[in-house]
């Protein structure tokens, strides 16, 4: 599996972004109001942030010797799967929280001023779920062992 690469993801927030504003901008323009976004949806992904980093934890210390007992390879490979979709989703909904702000931002009136400082929240909190993800890849990382440094030395 290949990890997630920055410009993917950003390519997700700027195309998920785009198609957000101009579907809101849309809506707004027709009379309607922007969907709001509750404190408990920051939340979430917050949690969903921590749980992350928690179970990518677990890898970390088995890859650099500080867990006695072996790791399943299947269990770190979920967790590496989990880091890519955590990478991924945080993205979207960063891209998600901005376009909702950029809508609101002409207009910063008495309860849209907290729909949109909710909205920079939600995509502050997106953005940490993103890094969350690249980071917890990073950790899943094995380092090369002796015999394969010896190995590709040979070999080239």
């Known amino acids: 599996m290949t990890p997630a690469r920055l410009r993917p993801v950003l390519a ?26 509750p404190w408990t949806a920051t939340v979430a992904v917050a949690l969903l942030a921590v749980a992350v980093l928690v179970s990518g934890l677990e890898v970390r210390r088995w890859v650099t010797g500080r867990r006695a007992r072996p790791l399943d390879p299947l269990v770190a490979a979920r967790i590496a799967v989990l880091a890519k979709a955590a990478a991924y989703t945080g993205g979207a909904l960063a891209g998600w929280y901005l376009a909702q702000a950029a809508v609101i931002l002409p207009d910063l009136v008495g309860v849209r001023r907290t729909r949109f400082v909710v909205a920079l929240v939600s995509a502050l909190v997106a953005g940490v779920l993103s890094g969350a ?24």
């Not at 700027?14 to 969907?35: H, K, M, N, Y």
């Not at 980071?135 to 015999?147: I, K, N, S």
């Open 133 to 156: 993800g690249f980071l917890v890849q990073h950790w899943c990382r094995r380092p090369p062992r002796d015999d394969d440094a010896v190995q590709d030395r040979d070999a080239a």
């Open 12 to 37: 997700v927030l700027a195309v998920v972004g785009l198609v957000a504003w101009a579907l809101l901008d849309a809506r707004e323009g027709a009379g309607g109001t922007p969907p709001p976004t």
